[in-house]
């Protein structure tokens, strides 16, 4: 081969090199989602008369066998047949050859929702199942449908929506129609949409349309209320107080007489307040099961407290007014308060945005904060610095205050003959208790031969337990024992190197503990002296293993002051937290002589 033909060949490898390089690039930006909205609209419409319509319009393309046998094979719509019409208008699938498949009569298929499972209350509910037919790679889903709701079904415009989807949307339109006299008021935060304003028909028209917005985070805790999710909030109630005044309308009253013999009854051996409020909170808890009808589904409705004693079940809204009201009825103060999705702007707030509803109660001159789902603190009383908590029956803000978080641990411990004697002498923040009678039980401890102590601080305490000890090979292996609620038997130790979103804990970490190890005289330490400390963004972790003549000093402390965990702080936070969680760190090592 001459030198030019050499020459021509590699210039053609070099370009085929080149070439298979661009293909690499590209290739992902299409195969790194299973689907692409094409067009994705949402439109909510409230007439004169008091009915709505919202229509749903979908192109979507698939580009996975995930996304086409799992992900998107189906569409779920839930809605109320007694008050809701649903039109379907439009349901085909466009191959890739453009070839056009129609869904036939058997691909809609109506179903009782999930949710209304064992809830014969809600059993009038309707899920329509279509199935998306014709389905094949680089196929699209064509999806119109409108719901219908009668006059006052829904009392006014009230919506929340969190605008990426599961996959990338192209192009996004989301309309609000409302009379020219409604006092239409929105908050739209974490996107720039184009909006325009107009008037159509005696209605005021407001019209977003996103371009090219990215799949919603797959990362595990991204939320809303932590800033990172773009969303929509819109209400044509005049205030929050119109809003929540819907659902406190329907509660109970607290003069109610029977709810006040239920109660009675519950408490009839108890003497102290806050004794009867553990009662009456196990009762609501744990002898009414929860039904998981959401409060939209059950359009805003509640049933009275007298039905859901007879029937022992109920929605949270509703286990939320059994508690409040048999409270009340022992004259134990009692408020239902709602816990937001998101912090908008005033008065852009309806019933849709609400996350969870819980209980503040006074007992004994101590708050609680009581969920009827189980017997710890509501995980809305932790979260009322991020998003408004608001008392349902004025609409009012509150604020949440008194929780303490400290983990304080004291260990003396004898090891003889594979056993250890582990005395403990500790004290823990209110908030890792449970609201029982029996509140050691969470801290893995029997109340039985415990000397405890409870304050509005938390709690402190003082046990023994005896606990057998690994021998391996001729050495022990003993395991530091720490709380159970620490955050090392959390799951933040397992989460990926790095993040792209907020990270916010429950509370902050401020964690101690110190041990006492009594070496006998036949075992040897085999741990080396240890003195480690490490200090960055997110916090501090403290270790240091010391042998005192035949005594082993241990001392373990992690701080981590701030719950909001910033994308640039979150790789020194999982370094304290992989550190802490550290089984081998925690672990002490014997030789036996």
């Known amino acids: 081969m001459n030198t030019e033909n050499k020459e021509t060949m590699k210039k053609?490898?070099?370009?085929?090199?080149?070439?298979?390089?661009?293909?690499?690039?590209?290739?992902p930006a299409v195969a790194s989602s299973e689907a692409e909205y094409r067009k994705l609209s949402k439109a909510y419409t409230l007439h004169t008369d008091g009915s709505q319509e919202f229509r749903y319009q979908m192109e979507l393309t698939l580009f996975t066998h995930t996304a086409m046998n799992s992900t998107y094979g189906e569409s779920f719509i839930i809605y109320d047949p007694r008050y809701q019409e649903l039109k379907i208008h439009a349901a085909y699938t466009v191959q890739k050859d453009g070839n056009i498949v129609k869904a036939p009569e058997n691909a809609f298929v109506e179903v009782l929702p999930r949710s209304a499972v064992h809830a014969p209350a809600y059993n009038h509910l309707k899920e329509m199942v279509v199935v998306h037919t014709g389905l094949e790679l680089g196929a699209t889903i064509y999806l119109d449908y409108s719901i219908i709701s009668k006059p006052g079904y829904l009392k006014e415009l009230d919506i929340y929506e969190e605008l990426q989807q599961t996959s990338p949307v192209k192009e996004y339109q989301i309309t609000l129609s409302a009379p020219e006299n409604k006092p239409l008021s929105y908050t739209l935060h974490g996107l720039n949409g184009k909006e325009t304003l107009s008037k159509e028909n005696g209605n005021q028209v407001v019209k977003w349309t996103f371009?090219?917005?990215?799949?919603?985070?797959?990362?595990?805790?991204?939320?809303?209320?932590?800033?990172?999710?773009?969303?929509?909030?819109?209400?044509?109630?005049?205030?929050?107080?119109?809003?929540?005044?819907?659902?406190?309308?329907?509660?109970n009253s607290k003069n109610d007489v029977q709810l006040l013999t239920v109660a009675e009854a519950i408490t009839e051996n108890a003497t102290q307040e806050a004794e009867k409020l553990y009662l009456l909170l196990n009762y609501v808890s744990n002898e009414i099961d929860n039904s998981r009808v959401s409060l939209q589904e059950a359009g805003y409705r509640i049933r009275q407290a007298d039905e859901v004693i007879n029937t022992a079940y109920g929605t949270l809204a509703e286990k939320v007014n059994l508690l409040s009201g048999l409270l009340n009825a022992l004259n134990i103060q009692a408020d239902p308060v709602a816990l937001y999705k998101v912090n908008a702007q005033p008065g852009t707030y309806g019933l849709s945005a609400i996350q969870e509803l819980f209980v503040v109660a006074s007992a004994d001159n101590q708050s609680y904060y009581l969920s009827p789902l189980g017997n710890t603190p509501a995980i809305g009383a932790f979260l009322a610095d991020l998003v408004p908590v608001l008392r349902v029956e004025n609409g009012e803000?509150?604020?949440?205050?008194?929780?303490?978080?400290?983990?304080?641990?004291?260990?003396i411990i004898r090891l003889a003959d594979q056993q250890a004697e582990i005395k403990t002498s500790a004290k823990v923040g209110n908030s890792f208790l449970p609201y029982s009678a029996t509140p050691l039980m969470a801290l893995g401890v029997s109340d039985t031969g415990a000397d405890y102590r409870r304050g509005k601080e938390g709690i402190s305490f003082e046990a023994t337990e005896n606990r057998g000890v690994e021998e391996k090979g001729g050495y022990l292996l003993f395991s530091l024992p720490d709380c159970?609620?620490?955050?090392?038997?959390?799951?933040?130790?397992?989460?990926?190197?790095?993040?792209?979103?907020?990270?916010?804990?429950?509370y902050p970490v401020h964690e101690s503990y110190r041990y006492?190890?009594?070496?006998?005289?036949?075992?040897?330490?085999?741990?080396?002296?240890?003195v480690k400390n490490i200090s960055n963004k997110a916090g501090t972790l403290s270790v240091s293993v010391q042998q005192n003549g035949n005594v082993l000093e241990v001392t373990r402390t992690l701080e981590i002051p701030n719950r909001k965990i910033s994308p640039s702080?979150?790789?020194?936070?999982?370094?304290?937290?992989?550190?802490?969680?550290?089984?081998?760190?925690k672990t002490i090592l014997f030789k036996v002589k």
């Open 12 to 27: 053609q490898i070099s370009n085929l090199i080149l070439l298979l390089i661009a293909l690499l690039w590209v290739q």
């Open 211 to 251: 371009r090219n917005l990215p799949a919603s985070s797959r990362a595990p805790e991204v939320y809303a209320m932590n800033g990172d999710v773009p969303f929509l909030t819109a209400t044509t109630f005049p205030s929050e107080k119109e809003a929540s005044q819907v659902l406190y309308q329907q509660f």
């Open 397 to 411: 803000r509150i604020s949440v205050n008194g929780w303490s978080t400290g983990i304080d641990y004291q260990y």
């Open 484 to 506: 159970p609620r620490s955050i090392a038997h959390g799951m933040y130790s397992g989460y990926n190197t790095k993040r792209k979103e907020n990270l916010t804990l429950v």
């Open 516 to 530: 006492q190890i009594e070496i006998p005289e036949n075992l040897e330490l085999s741990t080396p002296a240890t």
């Open 569 to 585: 702080e979150y790789a020194d936070f999982r370094d304290l937290v992989v550190q802490w969680s550290d089984q081998q760190g």
